[in-house]
């Protein structure tokens, strides 16, 4: 043991590396992406450190080449997820006592291991699984992830600082334990970044995880328990089960050893989730923590004042619409314009959106992939099909074709709407597809209590205006509607240690990801007094004659 008071290093973020021609890491990711794309890998549960192949198993597929096979996956049962419930509960009790700094040090290891080694891997199994270019690989799977696991290190430590006073005579202490059982983690297939966030943070607290990634993300999320098991991470602390949400999760949600949930996905499956929670609430040995992050219908909204900024309004638009092909919680997919403004915008964006090219991630010209799969293609193209033949409410005015043939692709789409209430301007479609309603310049307040109101969600927003009155009212009136605000930026892009991340109502339970706010949800403090002069008589003194 280390007889000092250990204080992890101070945290930077992660340099975004450029990827231009010419340049080494382009080099490097190109390579990694033939290599891979030439290889089907087999991707196995993963309890207790043991590789487990099952008789159920599923393909992953390039999404933007959805006839290539990159791995087949193993799926786990009802079986596997008691036999990884048990695993972990073993392994449980050794993990908690290992000292905080020891725990930090595997995840640091990690951090920088991802920063050198397992970069090119990472960023390449997420482009050819997920459909992410280059860039968007970097700031997500490197960057993000590499982020994730600095910081959290050291917002926990900041945590295990937080102390309560002591008066005359006695020692107050606060124990951060671990939850009581396990933690489930519940991923999502479009930030491989954040699946990392979702098992390390409570494993990071002494906890230990049943981690569920998505079947589409399943090729980086497996390098991602590579890349922890090289880091030193000890054998089921984090138990990989992927497969089918309910097959997996029913049992695990009827075991009385759950502690808690941390999810990121659909409105309705979380719901749901917590829905099956309450109905088995007497069932558990402790009340389950629930963090859930669970979309979006993240809006911009702009005010006359932007009128000289057009085309930083316009980038914005374009960007935070359409990069990772809008799948993206954070995602811009409506927007509000005011018409004295919206010719000129209205060109511009019609220029921008024809510029993007659409096609194989390995081509690092392309601005977009293919969306994830066949089911997020048909969803998208039914809204598209709504915008087409929608009469005087709706007008498609760039994008609005769909190709199935190679890949799932979708063009950037704009819609303007003339109705606020459109279900393309309330409804989280998750695609390429953004909505503009443009409103006349004297109902801005108006207009600004129908962006309030019109969408269930509250995760990110953003506003564009040089008028400070009007941020000042914006910022007011849309207070509630989202947990990460922008001012004259787009919705997307939150940086760990910056921008922490996390919405309300219908978006989540706004834990913040990547702070010290999320951390506390993974303890169960105790709190212990310790008196050094123990009273010996009973009487106090105002009881005297």
């Known amino acids: 043991m280390i007889n000092a008071y250990v204080r992890v290093p101070s945290p930077q973020n992660e340099p975004i590396l450029s990827y231009a021609p010419g340049s080494p890491e382009r080099a490097g990711l190109e390579a990694t992406l033939k290599r891979m794309a030439s290889e089907q890998v087999e991707i196995p549960i993963l309890i207790g450190g043991k590789r ?18 990159l791995a087949t996956l193993h799926e786990a049962d009802a079986t596997h997820a008691q036999q990884a419930i048990q695993v972990a509960l073993e392994a449980k009790d050794e993990w908690a006592r290992m000292p905080f700094e020891e725990r930090a040090a595997i995840f640091l290891r990690a951090a920088e291991l991802l920063a050198t080694k397992y970069r090119p891997v990472l960023n390449a199994a997420t482009m050819l699984g997920q459909s992410k270019t280059a860039h968007q690989a970097e700031i997500d799977s490197a960057c993000e992830a590499i982020d994730f696991l600095r910081y959290n290190v050291h917002f926990a430590q900041q945590l295990l600082h937080e102390q309560p006073t002591s008066s005359a005579q006695t020692w107050n202490q606060t124990d951060y334990r671990p939850l009581d059982g396990f933690v489930f983690a519940v991923a999502p297939f479009n930030f491989t970044a954040i699946a990392l966030n979702l098992s390390m943070a409570p494993a990071l607290m002494g906890n230990v995880v049943l981690f569920k990634p998505s079947s589409t993300a399943a090729l980086s999320n497996w390098y991602l328990m590579e890349l922890l098991r090289e880091a030193g991470l000890p054998d089921g602390v984090i138990n990989m089960l992927p497969g089918d949400g309910p097959t997996i999760g029913n049992p695990v949600l009827a075991s009385p050893h759950l502690g808690g949930i941390h999810f990121t ?74 018409e004295s403004i919206w010719p000129r915008l209205k060109s511009r964006l019609q220029e921008l959106i024809a510029e993007l090219r659409v096609g194989d991630v390995s081509d690092f010209r392309n601005f977009m992939g293919a969306v994830i799969d066949e089911k997020a293609f048909k969803r998208t193209s039914s809204y598209i099909e709504m915008a087409r033949h929608g009469g005087t409410e709706a007008a498609i005015l760039a994008g609005g074709e ?110 913040k990801a990547g702070s010290m706010l999320n951390l506390v949800r993974w303890t169960s403090p105790r709190t212990i007094k310790e008196n050094f002069v123990p009273p010996t008589r009973v009487p106090y003194p105002s009881m005297g004659q």
């Open 52 to 69: 487990i192949r099952s008789t159920r198993t599923d393909t992953v597929r390039m999404p933007h080449r959805h006839s290539h096979v």
């Open 265 to 338: 996905g659909s409105t309705p499956t979380f719901q749901g989730m917590w829905r099956l929670i309450g109905e088995n609430i007497s069932h558990y040995k402790q009340y389950p923590r629930l963090v859930g992050e669970t979309g979006g219908k993240d809006f911009i909204f702009a005010h006359a004042s932007a009128a000289d900024d057009l085309d930083a309004l316009a980038t914005a638009i374009v960007r935070g619409g359409y990069e990772y092909q809008g799948q993206k919680c954070s995602a811009a997919s409506r927007v509000y314009v005011p």
């Open 402 to 511: 769909v190709d199935r043939n190679e890949g799932w692709f979708v063009k950037p789409t704009l819609v303007q709407l003339t109705n606020p209430r459109h279900r393309i301007m309330q409804e989280e479609i998750f695609a390429p597809v953004v909505g503009v309603y443009v409103y006349p310049d004297a109902r801005f307040e108006e207009t600004l209590r129908e962006c309030d109101q019109s969408a269930t969600y509250a995760l990110t927003g953003a506003v564009f205006a040089r008028d400070r009155k009007a941020i000042r009212q914006m910022m007011d009136t849309l207070r509630h509607t989202a947990g990460n605000f922008y001012i004259n930026d787009k919705p997307t892009g939150a940086v760990v240690g910056q921008q922490p991340f996390g919405g309300s109502r219908a978006s989540g339970t706004n834990d």
